[in-house]
């Protein structure tokens, strides 16, 4: 089919890889040169046709003839371009040097245009940047409504839990259990202790001395027994001796008093001939 006739086809009635907007009329055929929907630029409507194409970074040159029309699988030429831009430059004026003129400046510009953003790719990768990232809403919104079913369930389980606990303490099930009874004792035995009252202190018994004046006056009357030369005194002569007692002054009772409980002192003296006097003395 001539190239004309599939260029008025295209043109005037149906492509799928035209794209008109406000600013022109595009193509997105991987094919094309240079992007725009025109007669020498589309690649369909030309038989004898050149681009290049990039493919993780490799250049490729994709040249199209009219002799492999007829062999679909064979139609692309593919020769595989050099880094360095002056040898790629130098690959395309050799395999196109007879071809139009136009088609080999387009060629050589989409090369150099190609070339351009490859260095940029390559400085943006080497540049620490910030990655964003999109966080999807409904698997964030099916997240918390996963986490309130987790809440309300632990919430029931608890409620559940102190229910049956009252019903057991109350007795609701009977004898109706599988416990191990040692263990259950010795919880039981276990509360008591931590219920059983306190038992009561003893009572501490405290001594406070007395009256300072009382004693000694009472040691002074002391002085007056009989020296230990008679044997023959016996203790109740001693008992039954009277005691003078110095006068005390009016107001010592009542200060030795306050705050203090009676006491009653009765002093007993024992008489050995080996020992010698000894007092003892007996609240």
């Known amino acids: 089919?001539?190239?004309?006739?599939?260029?008025?086809?295209?043109?005037?009635?149906?492509?799928?890889?035209?794209?008109k907007i406000t600013t022109g009329i595009f193509c997105r055929n991987p094919y094309n040169a240079t992007g725009i929907c025109n007669r020498s630029s589309c690649p369909l409507a030309n038989s004898r046709y050149a681009t290049i194409r990039d493919h993780d970074g490799i250049f490729y040159l994709y040249m199209k003839t009219a002799e492999r029309a007829h062999l679909p699988n064979k139609l692309w030429e593919r020769v595989k371009l050099p880094r360095n831009y002056e040898k790629a430059m130098e690959v395309i004026n050799?395999?196109?040097?007879?071809?139009?003129?136009?088609?080999?400046?387009?060629?050589?510009?989409?090369?150099?245009?190609?070339?351009?953003?490859?260095?940029?790719m390559r400085k943006l990768q080497l540049k620490v940047r910030e990655k964003v990232m999109t966080m999807p809403r409904k698997e964030t919104q099916r997240h918390l409504r996963r986490m309130d079913k987790a809440e309300k369930a632990a919430q029931l389980e608890k409620n559940i839990e102190s229910e049956l606990k009252e019903r057991l303490k109350k007795g609701v099930y009977g004898d109706i259990y599988n416990y191990?009874?040692?263990?259950?004792?010795?919880?039981?035995?276990?509360?008591?202790?931590?219920?059983?009252?306190?038992?009561?202190?003893?009572?501490?018994?405290?001594?406070?001395?007395?009256?300072?004046m009382d004693d000694t006056e009472d040691m002074e009357d002391f002085e007056g027994l009989p020296d230990g030369d008679d044997g023959d005194t016996d203790e109740e002569d001693l008992l039954d001796e009277p005691v003078a007692k110095k006068p005390k002054r009016p107001g010592s009772d009542l200060r030795s008093n306050v705050g203090k409980k009676s006491k009653k002192?009765?002093?007993?003296?024992?008489?050995?001939?080996?020992?010698?006097i000894r007092r003892r003395t007996r609240m």
């Open 94 to 120: 050799k395999h196109l040097e007879f071809w139009p003129k136009l088609l080999v400046h387009k060629i050589k510009q989409r090369l150099t245009k190609m070339t351009q953003y490859r260095i940029r």
């Open 1 to 19: 089919m001539s190239d004309d006739v599939i260029w008025h086809c295209i043109r005037h009635n149906h492509c799928s890889f035209m794209a």
């Open 180 to 212: 191990p009874f040692k263990e259950f004792d010795t919880i039981l035995e276990m509360e008591k202790d931590d219920l059983a009252p306190e038992e009561e202190e003893e009572e501490e018994v405290e001594y406070v001395e007395g009256d300072g």
């Open 265 to 276: 002192v009765i002093t007993e003296v024992e008489r050995d001939d080996d020992m010698g």
